[in-house]
């Protein structure tokens, strides 16, 4: 299976993860990675065909160890998201904080306050989309499942 994991709308705030499990439901991890590192090259030939549909308890069993599996990884992406929104938003204050110096000091008063005052109004919204980029918003979709078997090569 190949899942996809995000914590945001932005690209940079998602993972994909392959995970394997075998018919007797066991997590192969490593597997997992082999096998679409060499479904990605082009020095295989892939046969694919149609197979039954999964049925809903097995579905229930591959959803539920594949969540157990990727919430190591949802928990460091969310942390380094949040770092980053952090860190984004510490410079955007610097820099307006230097923006509201230099405006304090225009010697024309109606123009220093109406300066001041578009500066504060950007302050709110940056703050607002602040604390909103702080809730993370997690999403788990699988991209593609299939049914390995064994070739004849």
Known sequence: MLWELSVSANEQNR????IFINESFILRPLAGKKIWD???TDENRLSVTESEALASDVWEKL??????????????LKEETLSRHEE???????ALNLRVGAARH???ENIKNHKLAGLAKERDEAEREYEAGRRVCPDFKPVIVVRMEGGND
Do not use: C, N, Q, W
Request: glycine share 4%.
């Open 106 to 108: 225009i010697g024309i």
């Open 88 to 94: 984004t938003h510490r410079k955007y204050m610097y």
């Open 38 to 40: 060499a479904i990605l």
């Open 15 to 18: 993972r994909f993860i392959p």
């Open 63 to 76: 959803t539920a160890a594949s969540k157990d599996y990727a919430y190591e990884t949802f928990v460091k």
